[in-house]
């Protein structure tokens, strides 16, 4: 597996990474805890060194999960998790946001407890939250960073005007967001703010929460706990409507003697040398097939046609509930 460095800092990781949420939050019942620890250990026998988890997958479950499963190779892996929701101690979610400062501490206690580890590699803030100014949570980070607690700080679906702000009190790292040929809009505003700050950029759902790997039609039924039940862009009738991208990529594939999801993931790695894709998966086979994407090279050629075929298509449907739409790009 080849590596990467997140922007200009010296974080260096693997070129795909492991987004662990789904085997225990998001899309239908958690995964038997063996199950999903022994597909972590896989990850890490194949050459993956960055593995992604948060507080409030779960809560708390998949923080112990991951730090479970990475105790016996912590010097060769980076763990990424999340603040910034509002949780008990008892796992009760308000379903509010919370990045106040003595907050983010009292987190990251607990983080590094359930995570088994001395320091997080990379800490994000979940969302922004706008009752904390941004360079007061920024200013929460470097102290924990001073204080050896914390290595590099992140920040999930913020605009640029937030990344600015932030990175000006606290240099940022990385910026996860959903980024995939289902959902280009970050290359509007906030990848040019990445590149002139030289800050890495994590895209997850980069298969497009499962669609672009022609794994799902309009007939695709889901469990009913799994999140896309209330995705508008996973109505059956836009599921119809979007089958023309996996059309593309499967053609594409079929001359590249690769899948529709590794086409998906190397168009990403394609994009920019500081992007790292974290895809998902409860499954070793996919696992091993998303990792393939890494050995797929895409040409100018190939970009360039890929370019002038996805011109032809629209992709219909938001991407998040309204409720959940008004906290991202803040």
Same mark, same amino acid.
């Given at each position: 597996?080849?590596?990467?460095?997140?922007?200009?800092?010296?974080?260096?990781?693997?070129?795909?990474?492991?987004?662990?949420m789904g085997l225990n939050f998001g899309y239908g019942p958690a995964v038997e805890k063996q199950q999903?620890?022994?597909?972590?250990?896989?990850?890490?026998?194949?050459? =993956?060194?960055?593995?992604?988890?948060?507080? =409030?997958?779960?809560?708390?479950?998949n923080e112990e999960l991951v730090g479970e499963a990475l105790a016996p190779f912590r010097d060769r892996?980076? !763990?990424?998790?999340?603040?910034?929701?509002?949780?008990?101690?008892?796992?009760?979610?308000?379903?509010?946001?919370?990045?106040?400062?003595?907050?983010?501490?009292?987190?990251?206690?607990?983080?590094?407890?359930?995570?088994?580890?001395?320091?997080?590699?990379? $800490?994000?803030?979940?969302?922004?939250?706008?009752?904390?100014?941004?360079?007061?949570?920024?200013?929460?980070?470097?102290?924990?960073?001073?204080?050896?607690?914390?290595?590099?700080?992140?920040?999930?679906?913020?605009?640029?005007?937030?990344?600015?702000?932030?990175?000006?009190?606290?240099? =940022?790292?990385?910026?996860?967001?959903?980024?995939?040929?289902?959902?280009?809009?970050?290359?509007?505003?906030?990848?040019?703010?990445?590149?002139?700050?030289?800050?890495?950029?994590?895209?997850?759902s980069p298969l497009g929460k499962g669609f672009l790997t022609g794994k799902i039609d309009e007939n695709?039924?889901?469990?009913?706990?799994?999140?896309?039940?209330?995705? %508008?862009?996973?109505?059956?009738?836009?599921?119809?409507?979007?089958?023309?991208? =996996?059309?593309?990529?499967?053609?594409?594939?079929?001359?590249?003697?690769?899948?529709?999801?590794? !086409?998906? $993931?190397?168009?990403? $790695?394609?994009?920019?040398?500081? !992007?790292? %894709?974290?895809?998902?998966?409860?499954?070793?086979?996919?696992?091993?097939?998303?990792?393939?994407?890494?050995?797929?090279?895409?040409?100018?050629?190939?970009?360039?046609?890929?370019?002038?075929?996805?011109?032809?298509?629209?992709?219909?449907?938001?991407?998040?509930?309204?409720?959940?739409?008004?906290?991202?790009?803040?």
């Open positions: 597996m080849q590596k990467r460095k997140l922007g200009k800092s010296n974080l260096e990781v693997s070129a795909l990474g492991l987004g662990c999903g620890i022994s597909l972590i250990r896989a990850a890490v026998e194949r050459g =993956v060194t960055f593995f992604d988890t948060a507080e =409030v997958y779960g809560p708390f479950a892996v980076v !763990i990424a998790t999340k603040f910034g929701w509002d949780i008990k101690p008892n796992g009760e979610r308000s379903g509010e946001l919370n990045s106040r400062p003595e907050h983010i501490k009292e987190f990251t206690e607990a983080a590094l407890k359930r995570l088994r580890v001395d320091a997080i590699d990379l $800490l994000y803030q979940h969302r922004v939250d706008l009752n904390v100014p941004i360079e007061d949570v920024a200013g929460a980070v470097r102290e924990l960073i001073q204080a050896g607690k914390v290595k590099h700080f992140g920040l999930s679906e913020a605009g640029a005007q937030t990344i600015r702000r932030a990175h000006a009190v606290q240099p =940022v790292t990385a910026l996860q967001s959903e980024y995939s040929l289902f959902w280009r809009q970050p290359e509007t505003d906030v990848m040019p703010a990445l590149e002139e700050l030289g800050i890495g950029f994590v895209p997850f695709t039924t889901f469990d009913s706990t799994d999140f896309r039940n209330i995705v %508008p862009r996973f109505t059956s009738e836009n599921r119809k409507a979007n089958q023309a991208l =996996v059309d593309l990529l499967t053609k594409v594939a079929a001359e590249k003697k690769a899948t529709p999801a590794q !086409i998906a $993931l190397a168009w990403l $790695l394609a994009q920019k040398p500081w !992007i790292v %894709p974290i895809p998902g998966t409860t499954k070793l086979h996919r696992l091993e097939e998303n990792l393939g994407g890494a050995e797929v090279e895409l040409s100018a050629q190939d970009l360039h046609e890929i370019e002038e075929a996805l011109s032809k298509v629209q992709i219909v449907g938001d991407r998040y509930p309204a409720y959940l739409q008004a906290r991202v790009g803040r």
